[in-house]
């Protein structure tokens, strides 16, 4: 039993070790060969089931990234939605994009395979598997297998290392990163944690260890996060929206979510605002770079007022993708846009 895990003295390690896991950003894939994958810890750990349930595990397959991926193909995307150097291999050879312009290298899918190693996401060995050991907060003394701590996995640190990177820009193949961050929801966590904002990364994330990673993919908690209200002001309806329970701006994460207070005037829905971050592609030497224009989204204790015409529908919209996904037609329309709450003004 046990024999895929190679056995090595247990090093007592009297420090705490420096905090570097190999995640590079997306500029590499992770340095870690050969790692374990996710049913071989599963065979011991009830984790599995909420991880397979989790955007960290569909990661590389869910539908809204691959329509992204199919209109900007870049190593970056992979080196971090699958950031295992195997995963990548994987999807040089087997991506249905590469496989249109690269007829000839009809790689076969791996046998016995049930699931390809990119189609795992970021599973169990990214976060926890580093030469032969597993990382974990707390050693207990009752693991079968040789175990490092890292206490630093209880901190919104750990998250950092994927959740908030900046904007790369290509220039004659080589890839450098601009000062546009392309994620920054540590920085807003940081910034809530400042003014006292309760909680952290992994205490609103995985509850009691929880490996569910809930997020903007759960309608009923996007549901629980924002609180509407409207008022009459004379011949004015107004609304106040602000983010409830939320340890960062709402939304937050990847550059194309938003949502949209919309409401129906003759027969057409009509923006009142868009809460998100606005972008412009602007030349730099002989690159183009993407800027940050405008950054609107609901930022925790800061209430948004927004006017609106009495007596009308009004629904608050979420959306996931850019305004070209929605066109485009690579997913769903209605994967791509989930109506929060609605009513009508006063
Ligand atoms: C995205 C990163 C990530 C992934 C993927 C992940 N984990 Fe974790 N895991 C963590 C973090 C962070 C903690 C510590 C949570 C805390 O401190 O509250 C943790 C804690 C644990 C613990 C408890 C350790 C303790 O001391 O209580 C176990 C067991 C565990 N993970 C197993 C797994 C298994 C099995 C998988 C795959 C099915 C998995 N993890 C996938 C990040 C991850
Ligand atoms: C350094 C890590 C990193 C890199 C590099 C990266 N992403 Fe992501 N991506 C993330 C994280 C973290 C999220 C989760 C944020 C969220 O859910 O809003 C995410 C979310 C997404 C989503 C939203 C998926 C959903 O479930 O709604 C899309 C689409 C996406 N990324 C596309 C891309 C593309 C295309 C590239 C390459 C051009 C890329 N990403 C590069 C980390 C990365
Ligand atoms: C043969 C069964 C088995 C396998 C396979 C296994 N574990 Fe464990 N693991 C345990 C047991 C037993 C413990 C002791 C704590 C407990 O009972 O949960 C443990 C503890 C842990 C801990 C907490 C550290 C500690 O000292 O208690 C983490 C994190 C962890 N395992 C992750 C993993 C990951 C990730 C994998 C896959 C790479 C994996 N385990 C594979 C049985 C296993
Ligand atoms: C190896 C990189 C990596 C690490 C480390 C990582 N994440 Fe993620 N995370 C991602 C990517 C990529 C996605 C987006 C998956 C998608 O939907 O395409 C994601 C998605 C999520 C989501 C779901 C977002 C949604 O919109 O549903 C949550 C919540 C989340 N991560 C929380 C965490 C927390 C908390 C930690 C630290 C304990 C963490 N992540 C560590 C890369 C990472
Ligand atoms: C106080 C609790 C809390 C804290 C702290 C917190 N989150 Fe969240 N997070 C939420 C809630 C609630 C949502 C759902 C509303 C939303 O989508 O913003 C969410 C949504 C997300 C999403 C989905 C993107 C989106 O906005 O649609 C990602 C990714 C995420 N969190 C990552 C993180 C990371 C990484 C950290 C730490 C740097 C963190 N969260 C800290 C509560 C929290």
């Known amino acids: 039993m046990r024999r895929w ?3 090595l003295p247990l090093t007592l390690i009297a420090a705490v070790p420096s905090f570097d896991w190999g995640f590079r950003r997306g500029l590499e894939p992770l340095p870690v060969q050969g790692a374990p994958g996710p049913d071989r810890c599963g065979r011991c750990h009830a984790e599995v089931d909420d991880w397979k349930g989790s955007r960290h595990h569909s990661a590389w397959s869910n539908d809204i990234f691959q329509a992204g991926y199919i209109l900007e193909p870049q190593a970056f995307c992979v080196n971090c939605h699958a950031p295992l150097p ?29 699931e390809r190693k990119a189609d795992q996401g970021i599973h169990c060995s990214v976060c926890h598997w580093r030469e032969g050991e597993v990382l974990a907060p707390k050693r207990s003394g009752k693991a079968p ?7 630093e996995m209880s901190d919104p640190a750990f998250c950092k290392s994927c959740h ?14 601009t000062e546009t961050p392309m994620q920054s929801t540590w920085t807003e966590w940081a910034a809530y ?41 004379g011949e004015e309806a107004v609304f106040t929206l ?17 949502l949209q207070l919309q409401v129906k005037e003759n027969g057409e829905w009509m923006t009142l605002r868009r809460f998100g971050r606005e972008f412009e592609l602007t030349p730099e030497g002989t690159e183009i ?14 209430p ?13 919209d979420y959306h996931y993708g850019a305004p070209l996904d929605e066109v485009a037609g690579l997913v769903p329309y209605d994967r791509l846009v989930v109506t929060l709450l609605e009513g009508t003004t006063p």
């Open 289 to 302: 770079v993407k800027r940050l224009v405008q950054e609107t989204s609901l930022v925790p204790g800061v």
């Open 5 to 7: 895990l190679p056995l």
């Open 164 to 177: 908030e990177f900046p904007m790369p820009a290509f220039h004659g193949g080589e890839i450098r990163v």
């Open 304 to 316: 948004q007022e927004v006017p609106a015409p009495r007596g009308l529908p009004w629904r608050l």
């Open 145 to 151: 297998h040789p175990v490092r701590e890292a206490p």
């Open 242 to 258: 602000r983010s409830v329970g939320v340890g960062h701006h709402f939304p937050t994460g990847d550059l194309f979510r938003n």
């Open 193 to 233: 944690a400042a003014a006292n904002g309760k909680g952290t990364c992994q205490s609103c994330h995985m509850p009691d260890g929880k490996h569910t990673f809930k997020g903007g993919h759960d309608i009923d908690l996007l549901r629980a996060s924002v609180q509407v209200d409207v008022a009459v002001n």
């Open 86 to 114: 195997e995963q990548g291999d994987e999807i040089e050879v087997n991506h249905p994009w590469y496989l249109a312009m690269h007829p000839e290298s009809k790689a076969p899918l791996p046998a016995k395979q049930p």
